[in-house]
Nanobody, 122 residues
């Protein structure tokens, strides 16, 4: 059984940084595509960043490009989302995901983390 357990998040001032973690059990991240999404109440889930499993190539939403970085530690079987220069518009619940269901890194995934709140104050 695959489980994704998230940690990190919290409250930060605009311009600050946070790193989210997503640790997997039951599945290795080394060969699995992984992604980060976020959701604000009343809005649809939004793609943030993702990484192909074997190649490690990455994809980012335009809104976070240059500020966020998706990283993977194969030894710890953990994926991270490093977030810099945070803005109030980044406030959301962030979810990690693994094993994409289609051909796009920006689509649906099989496994999801429990979500973690990120709040950026102005």
């Amino acid at each position: 059984q695959v489980q994704l357990v998230q940690s990190g998040g919290g409250l930060v001032q605009a311009g600050g940084s946070l790193t989210l973690s997503c640790a997997a059990s039951g599945r290795t991240f080394r060969t699995a595509s992984t992604g980060w999404f976020r959701q604000v109440p009343g809005k649809e889930r939004e793609f943030v960043a993702a990484m192909w499993g074997i190649s490690g190539n990455t994809d980012y939403a335009d809104s976070v490009k240059g500020r966020f970085t998706i990283l993977r530690d194969n030894a710890k079987n953990t994926v991270y989302l490093q977030m810099n220069d945070l803005k109030p518009i980044d406030t959301a619940v962030y979810y990690c995901a693994a094993e994409r269901l289609g051909t796009s890194l920006r689509g649906s995934y099989m496994y999801w983390g429990q979500g973690t709140q990120v709040t950026v104050s102005s």
